[in-house]
């Protein structure tokens, strides 16, 4: 099973961009169906954008479609989400997330066996 470490996260004004990166332990990475999420302060869990094993699918939430590119470096056992023109409406804690199996579409959080701790992200406006 992977472990997994977000980093990237921090204070952006408005109108800026971040690049959140999730790194995994474990030689099986390649094989992990990955997700990031986000939590918002009093709001429940949200998806953001998730990948398959090999890259070839990709699939977003609407509020992120068009300003976000989710992309993964198997080589690297690294999982990116890079998120341009942000808004104060992004501002939460992003978490990436893990599930193993073959699948091109997962929204749910419940179905993720694995998670990280967790990377801040805040944009002032």
């Known amino acids: 099973q992977v472990q997994l470490v977000e980093s990237g996260g921090g204070l952006v004004q408005a109108g800026g961009s971040l690049r959140l990166s999730c790194a995994a332990s474990?030689?099986?990475?390649?094989?992990?169906?990955m997700g990031w999420f986000r939590r918002a302060p009093g709001k429940e869990r949200e998806f953001v954008a998730g990948?398959?094993?090999?890259?070839?699918?990709?699939y977003y939430a609407d509020s992120v479609k068009g300003r976000s590119t989710i992309s993964r470096d198997n080589t690297k056992n690294t999982v990116y989400l890079q998120m341009n023109s942000l808004k104060p409406e992004d501002t939460a804690v992003y978490y990436c997330?893990?599930?193993?199996?073959?699948?091109?579409?997962?929204?749910?959080?419940?179905?993720?066996?694995?998670w990280g701790q967790g990377t801040q992200v805040t944009v002032s406006s």
């Open positions: 990948i398959s094993w090999s890259g070839g699918a990709t």
């Open positions: 474990g030689r099986t990475f390649s094989s992990y169906y």
């Open positions: 997330a893990a599930k193993s199996g073959s699948t091109v579409y997962a929204t749910n959080p419940r179905v993720y066996d694995v």
